[in-house]
């Protein structure tokens, strides 16, 4: 086995004002489950987050394939504000989540503190993407991307050929 193999992705970090609130957007409104939750402080953990004092509480949380850490750093506290960033911002720009029917989960994602952005919902007649999209916002302005997108499920479907590394 070559050195040099990358054997997975673990997740991806969401930095969150409270994690209650977080939760109730991804475990309640979006499905995802808890897998660990830890706190962590000491000088190593600053050094590779390059935070002064700290006190951080973290959630892994999974759903489907996809791994979040949720991060709430409860000192020296976070930096930024709640709003969504454009797309064309350098760096992460959405989570997708595929579902059936786009209307109901959007009311879901209101009614577990999500937003939704109205004026993004797109109805798609091209040839090989049919389907209904619609941007909504995590409390912290994090952006996710609905899409009821019939055709999507043959691509759940298929099975990754080997190895990419």
Same mark, same amino acid.
């Given at each position: 086995?070559?050195?040099?193999?990358?054997? !997975?992705?673990?997740?991806?970090?969401?930095?969150?004002? =409270?994690?209650?609130?977080?939760? +109730?957007?991804?475990?309640?409104?979006?499905?995802?489950? &808890?897998?660990?939750?830890?706190?962590?402080?000491?000088?190593?953990?600053?050094?590779?987050?390059?935070?002064?004092?700290?006190?951080? @509480?973290?959630?892994?949380?999974?759903?489907?394939?996809?791994?979040?850490?949720?991060?709430?750093?409860?000192?020296?506290?976070?930096?930024?504000?709640?709003? +969504?960033?454009?797309?064309?911002?350098?760096?992460?720009?959405?989570?997708?989540?595929?579902?059936?029917?786009? =209307? !109901? &989960?959007?009311?879901?994602?209101?009614? @577990?503190?999500?937003? /939704?952005?109205?004026?993004?919902?797109?109805?798609?007649?091209?040839?090989?993407? $049919?389907?209904?999209?619609?941007?909504?916002?995590? *409390?912290?302005?994090?952006?996710?991307? /609905?899409?009821?997108?019939?055709?999507?499920? $043959?691509?759940?479907?298929?099975? *990754?050929?080997? =190895? *990419?590394?």
């Amino acid at each position: 086995m070559p050195r040099d193999r990358i054997n !997975a992705i673990g997740h991806v970090g969401i930095c969150v004002s =409270d994690m209650e609130t977080a939760l +109730r957007f991804w475990r309640d409104g979006l499905g995802f489950e &808890v897998l660990t939750e830890r706190r962590f402080r000491g000088s190593s953990w600053k050094r590779i987050l390059e935070v002064g004092e700290l006190e951080l @509480h973290t959630r892994i949380i999974r759903r489907d394939h996809l791994m979040l850490e949720l991060l709430e750093f409860e000192q020296p506290g976070y930096v930024g504000t709640a709003e +969504r960033s454009p797309m064309n911002r350098l760096g992460l720009t959405h989570i997708a989540v595929w579902v059936s029917d786009i =209307d !109901a &989960v959007a009311r879901r994602v209101v009614e @577990h503190g999500g937003t /939704l952005v109205e004026e993004t919902r797109t109805v798609f007649d091209h040839p090989k993407l $049919k389907g209904k999209w619609l941007i909504c916002c995590d *409390p912290n302005g994090g952006t996710g991307e /609905l899409v009821e997108y019939p055709e999507g499920e $043959k691509i759940l479907e298929r099975q *990754p050929e080997g =190895d *990419p590394s």
